[in-house]
């Protein structure tokens, strides 16, 4: 199957990006080198073309139900131009997916929200919220607009100015997970105050044919995905397909540290097995790992404790730039998941020293 | 993007080019190589005294968003190894063909048939075209 590609993938190319196939998307991973990218994000600001992450678009007198039943997080406390973090889960509490659901302007006085599956999920998740809604009589219009949609994520702390200058109107009211629509570069996008890099910033979602407008009118790094996986691994923002994967590795959100975005006061699929998850306690956690020893740990190491025993998988690592050292996130037994706890990684046969280190990693905002 | 590829020395075709000394024959990697790597933060080399192969392994490079084998152009025993990449492993990408070295080694009896095996500068230059 041919990768699909972001609007922009000739301005990048002409950029000297390199790319990468995520998620079945052609995408920038490196435009000047990770280093050089993340820094700009820690110390000023930098662009994302994340264009490659999906929008499923539902309106209508049930939207509300429809979204809430299907995922973790309470959608009925949305206000239009609120915005939350969820995961969807099946009926043994299992992730899905995560995501960001927005609320939108109501569309003919009816409720509407627009959605953002990882990249590659798009269509499995469209087809899951026209099934629920069929099977539970639901009226609700869901549209995958994938194809319509393209998001840049502007990160860092210069981020408030550069998009504040370029914008009519104050976006600068706008708190944390908070979105409106605004006009950017005489563009109208869907501003919204959230981000996967730890520092304050904005994602814009904006038609697909306006992104070369809004994106040359960012004057600042444009940064890879090499670059995001390293400021949203020392964030400690959890990374779909790799700290967990529906298929084979699956896990609750508990056991994945984003039990916040679990409402069981609400109704939805899976709640009643997080309910009882959260009642017995996990077995396994999700922990953050720093190396003692030289080597750096990578998706799919072994970790043992210090009996040379196998105790968990690394599910994601990297060299820290902002920390300069080698930190990772695995999934380990309870008992070993306390901050200070001496572990070892396989390092390509060798057994290296690592410290259990709480997450984020970094002070965030 | 144009990489330098100078053409006092040979290639292999996995990136590592050996350039005859005074001393013996000198080993690193490629600008194409750093390139494609990325930022380099790990450098695990063989100690002094020890033997490579003629396109064998001999040690790994790591960057940020990648794990690499290297590969030795040419056998022989290990005279020197480039200490200074432990704890600058950014030297590599910085001057890959001169201050990023990796291995000084002392060739063997197929030196010649190795370094004929080798590819010219204008063969690696077509081979990463």
New interface residues.
């Given amino acids: 199957m041919p990768l699909l590609t972001p609007p922009l993938r000739t301005v990048h190319d002409e950029r ?1 990006a ?1 790319f990468t196939e995520f998620g079945g998307w052609d995408m920038p ?2 435009f000047d ?3 050089v990218e993340h820094e700009a994000v820690r110390t000023d600001v930098g662009k994302f073309d994340v264009s490659h992450m999906g929008e499923i678009y539902v309106t209508g007198p049930d939207a509300t139900t429809l979204t809430g039943r299907l995922t973790t997080n309470d959608v009925s406390a949305l206000a239009v131009g609120d915005s939350q973090y969820a995961a969807i889960t099946d009926r043994d509490g299992v992730i899905i997916d995560d995501t960001v659901i927005y609320r939108l302007p109501d569309t003919d006085g009816e409720p509407t929200y627009l959605f953002i599956p990882n990249a590659g999920n798009d269509e499995a998740m469209h087809e899951r919220w026209v099934t629920h809604r069929n099977e539970w009589g639901l009226e609700a219009t869901v549209d995958n607009q994938t194809d319509e949609w393209a998001m840049f994520a502007v990160q860092g702390p210069n981020a408030r100015s550069l998009v504040g200058n370029l914008s009519e109107g104050s976006l600068s009211d706008l708190s944390r997970f908070e979105a409106t629509y605004a006009t950017v570069a005489d563009v109208e996008c869907w501003v919204a105050r959230t981000g996967y890099t730890g520092e304050d910033g904005f994602e814009l979602l904006l038609p697909w044919a306006e992104a070369e407008t809004v994106w040359s009118a960012l004057d600042c790094q444009p940064c890879g995905l ?1 670059a995001r ?2 400021l949203r691994l020392e964030a400690g923002y959890v990374l779909a397909g790799q700290d967990f994967e529906y298929e084979n590795d699956p896990r609750t959100p508990y056991e994945a540290g984003i039990g916040f975005a679990v409402k069981l006061d609400t109704e939805f699929v899976g709640r009643d097995a997080l309910e009882a998850v959260s009642e017995e306690g996990i077995d396994e956690k999700l922990i953050g790992l720093r190396l003692i020893d ?3 740990p ?1 998706h799919g190491y072994d970790i043992t404790n210090t009996d040379s025993r196998v105790i968990g998988t690394v599910t994601s690592g ?2 820290s ?1 902002t920390l300069d050292s080698a930190i990772g996130r695995g999934y380990v037994p309870v008992e070993y998941a306390e901050p200070g706890t001496t572990l070892r990684v396989i390092v ?1 046969g060798q057994s290296k020293k690592a410290r259990v280190e709480p997450t984020p990693f970094i002070d965030t905002i | ?1 144009s990489f330098d590829i100078p053409d006092d020395r040979r290639y292999l075709a996995s990136h590592e080019w050996a350039l005859e000394t005074a001393d013996g024959v000198r080993v690193g990697i490629t600008d194409f190589a750093q390139d ?1 790597l ?2 380099v ?2 450098v695990e080399l063989p100690d002094e005294g020890e033997t490579v192969t003629h396109e064998a392994e001999f040690g ?1 490079i ?4 990648a ?1 690499s084998d290297l590969y030795a152009p040419v056998s022989g025993e290990i005279l020197a190894v480039n200490e200074a990449l432990f704890d600058a492993p950014e030297l590599v ?1 910085d001057d890959p063909f001169g201050e990023g070295w990796m291995l000084e080694i002392e060739p063997g009896d197929d030196l010649e048939s190795e370094l004929e095996a080798l590819l010219s500068a204008a063969e690696y230059d077509e081979q990463i075209a």
């Fill in positions: 000297g390199k991973v490196e080198s990770i280093r090499g996986d390293t030289r080597g750096i990578r990297t060299m730039p390509r | 993007m494609e990325g930022d933060v790990f790994v790591e960057s940020i968003k794990v990408n």
